[in-house]
């Protein structure tokens, strides 16, 4: 056992919650600071590929998934008008070989009520202030005016992490070219499984979240990252699915309530190796932010933490522990965001009618998710 036995996480999204669990779970004490005051987790679901689903696992949550999320064994591929170009059945993770979606928020309070059980302290409204490695731990100041010593700090404070800003200086994460619109509707009969949508302009899709209910996306293009009018939301996300037939056209006109779309520009980072300084290490999209061509963020930020609550069982000291936690997650996470950058730089491309013949983005998608299979 390393000499880690008392850790300070920043951020208590699903990388903070789940590297909490894993943490406790081999005997170190995790506690958590959370910026929000209140939790703020936004409507729609998550896809949980079966690697994530095989990280669920692993923190004995389950059951806790099954009971309201929901699995779909394929995957299908449709043009605009909703005719099936191919289904793929999903590839298995070991004994995991089916697609998950749940809701944001109940895997969010899934991740939570588990940490909690287990004697993870969580401080709401607080983040951290000062972070200075000392010698054999991490001394901190906290904007709730209290200061500590920990043998560890985990930032795992997301895309605009301030503990990334603190200790590893400016590195922003890149506006991507696209945007992704999302909402959730009761789920139709007929929809088993996720199924894609590929349009000329768009691409767009429906995901079962829960045995009742689906979110659906779609993904466009938008130069120059324009401010969309919040109230107009709605229009604007119906729009969007203009050349779009069939059920998915179907569904979008159910879009009507500019609150419930949720908008999120694209963006895109990766940190480059090593993601700690002394012992304080980025974990999450704080380290490695994908876009989500692949759906594998929530996956890998989940495998952060079990890889690392693994590695402080050795008998070695923190820096090795950190050398070998940097082996094991950089290339996998590094493969997540490029091959995810290399989806937008072709549908981009595909858009212009530019995308040369022979590279076809399914391919990418059925490679990497086959990749991320492999044992961690
Ligand atoms: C549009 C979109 C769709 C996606 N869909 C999928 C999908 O289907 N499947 C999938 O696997 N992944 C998906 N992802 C990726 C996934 O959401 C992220 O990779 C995942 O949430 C990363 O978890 P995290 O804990 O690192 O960061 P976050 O979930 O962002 O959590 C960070 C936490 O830190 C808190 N925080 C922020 N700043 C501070 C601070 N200064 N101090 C303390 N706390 C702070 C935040 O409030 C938050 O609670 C998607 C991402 C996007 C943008």
Avoid at 65 to 87: K, P, V, W, Y
Avoid at 106 to 119: F, P
Avoid at 176 to 193: C, D, F, H, I, T
Avoid at 325 to 338: I, T
């Amino acid at each position: 056992m390393s000499d880690v036995k008392k850790v300070l996480i920043v951020g208590g999204g699903i990388g903070g919650l789940a590297a909490a669990i894993a943490l406790q779970k081999k005997g170190i004490k995790a506690e958590i600071v959370e910026l929000q005051k209140e939790w703020n987790v936004y409507g729609v679901g998550i896809i949980l590929q079966s690697n994530a689903l095989r990280a669920i696992d692993e923190l004995g949550l389950t059951e806790e998934f099954l009971a309201s999320g929901t699995t779909g064994s394929f995957l299908h591929i449709r043009d605009s008008q909703g005719n099936m170009i191919f289904e793929a059945p999903t590839p298995s993770s070991g004994k995991f070989n089916k697609t998950g979606g749940i809701p944001r928020r109940v895997l969010h309070q899934i991740l939570y009520n588990a940490a909690i059980q287990l004697g993870t302290k969580i401080r709401m409204g607080t983040t951290v202030e000062v972070i200075k490695n000392i010698d054999n731990g991490v001394y901190v100041e906290l904007t709730d005016g209290t200061s500590g010593t920990y043998d560890l700090l985990i930032g795992a404070d997301g895309v605009k992490s301030k503990v990334r800003k603190l200790v590893f200086g400016d590195i922003e994460p890149v506006f991507v070219g696209q945007a992704v619109w999302r909402y959730s509707l009761n789920r139709p009969k007929e929809v088993e499984n996720i199924i894609m949508f590929y349009g000329q302009k768009a691409k767009a899709g429906i995901i079962p979240m829960t045995k009742d209910s689906v979110y659906i996306f779609i993904v466009t293009a938008e130069p120059g990252n324009p401010r969309k009018p919040e109230d107009q939301l709605h229009i604007l996300m119906r729009e969007a699915f203009k050349e779009f037939g069939g059920l998915i056209a179907e569904l979008s006109e159910q879009i009507s309530d500019p609150k419930e779309v949720i908008y999120r520009p694209l963006e895109t980072l990766l940190v480059e190796n090593p993601w700690y300084r002394g012992r304080i290490l980025l974990i999450g999209d704080s380290a490695h932010a994908t876009v989500p061509h692949l759906a594998q963020g929530a996956a890998i930020a989940i495998e952060d933490g079990l890889v690392l609550g693994q590695l402080l069982q050795q008998d070695l000291p923190v820096e090795d522990i950190l050398k070998k936690f940097m082996n094991r997650r950089f290339d996998r996470c590094k493969f997540v965001v490029e091959n995810s950058n290399t989806l937008v730089k072709w549908e981009l491309l595909q858009l212009e009618g530019k995308l040369p013949k022979g590279n076809e983005p399914n391919a990418i998608v059925a490679q990497s998710l086959m990749k991320m299979t492999e044992p961690i």
